[in-house]
């Protein structure tokens, strides 16, 4: 039996994922991508530290180059890191000092419940943008920034809808094309998510929304994920013609109006470029910081190792 309050290291093999994920439904930070579903889905590889009898969870993204392990950040995984009920300040260095122990390299995203005591040595805080939507649809849209109330009077006014339940495909392809020059995300990355919004929806826990002009093509689009009271905003499709006529805003209008009302977070997934920033904050988003653990501790002949 083990020793009560160790970390246990545990290979892919030996976790017991019904516990996982029993853990993450019941952790007070829990998120979609910590299921053991999504890490089968979109993780390279991963393994596990677990405190006790899964009290305390922490997956372990890892791949290997010039034969050296590494942690990393799965593509369409925003936030991993430490879940569970209660994590202390102790417990939470424990955890990063064993990952340190075992990965010399480690670029991960921690989640906004491991903020209370990420160690500044290591880590920066990044932003996450959060929407309540526990309000009647004219109090939330009150709170939309002039120039936001603007475009979406505008994209409706150029002749375009609302459509629901288009292909994720298609979703895939318009992202694929925006993404070209932002960032790299592999096929196979695009594949895995694709089999992970299929197995979300047979849950219900995967919808597809788009704007499309008066010829059905596809103007802004977006698949978004549905756990623990949040909705995610997972996948962005956006046009270039879209962008100019502000299909985009009327999408998040069109969801908020559904939602409205509705115990649940429109979780916007974050980010630190200020254009981006600005288009969450502008439907009434607040910011929310999370840790980014980096740590580099290889020796100086692979300082410059890169995933």
């Known amino acids: 039996m083990a ?6 290291y545990l290979r892919h093999t030996q976790i017991d994922k019904s516990k996982w994920d029993s853990c993450i439904d019941d952790s007070s930070n829990g998120l979609i991508y910590a299921y053991s579903f999504y890490l089968d889905a979109m993780a390279r590889h991963w393994d596990a530290f677990v405190l ?4 305390i969870v922490m997956p372990l993204t890892w791949n290997r180059k010039l034969g050296v392990s590494y942690l990393y950040q799965p593509a369409f995984t925003a936030a991993l890191g430490l879940f569970g009920r209660k994590i202390t300040e102790e417990q939470l260095h424990n955890f990063i000092e064993e990952a340190v122990r ?18 500044h040595g290591f880590t920066q805080l990044r932003s996450n943008y959060l929407l309540k939507l526990n309000k009647p649809y004219p109090e939330l849209a009150a709170a939309y920034r002039e120039n936001h109330l603007r475009n979406i009077k505008k994209a409706f006014v150029a002749g375009c809808s609302v459509k629901k339940a288009i292909a994720v495909e298609d979703i895939i392809l318009i992202n694929r094309e925006q993404m070209r020059t932002a960032h790299r995300v592999s096929d196979n990355d695009y594949e895995n998510f694709k089999k992970l919004f299929y197995l979300l929806k047979e849950k219900q826990q995967a919808e597809t929304y788009a704007i499309v002009d008066q010829k059905n093509n596809i103007m802004s689009s977006c698949a978004f994920f549905y756990s623990h009271n949040r909705a995610y905003y997972i996948l962005v499709g956006n046009t270039t013609e879209g962008k100019t006529i502000g299909a985009s805003h009327a999408l998040i209008d069109a969801f908020i109006k ?3 009302g509705k115990d649940m977070i429109l979780d916007f997934e974050g980010s630190d470029i200020r254009n981006l920033a600005f288009f969450y904050n502008g439907f009434g988003a607040k910011e929310e910081l999370y840790p980014f653990l980096k740590v580099n501790k290889l020796p100086f002949y692979l300082r410059l190792f890169k995933k």
């Open 52 to 55: 006790n009898d899964y009290e």
């Open 258 to 260: 559904d939602n409205a």
């Open 102 to 119: 075992h990965f010399r390299f480690i670029e991960i995203s921690l989640n906004e419940g491991n903020i209370l005591a990420a160690p």
């Open 3 to 8: 020793e009560q309050n160790q970390i246990q």
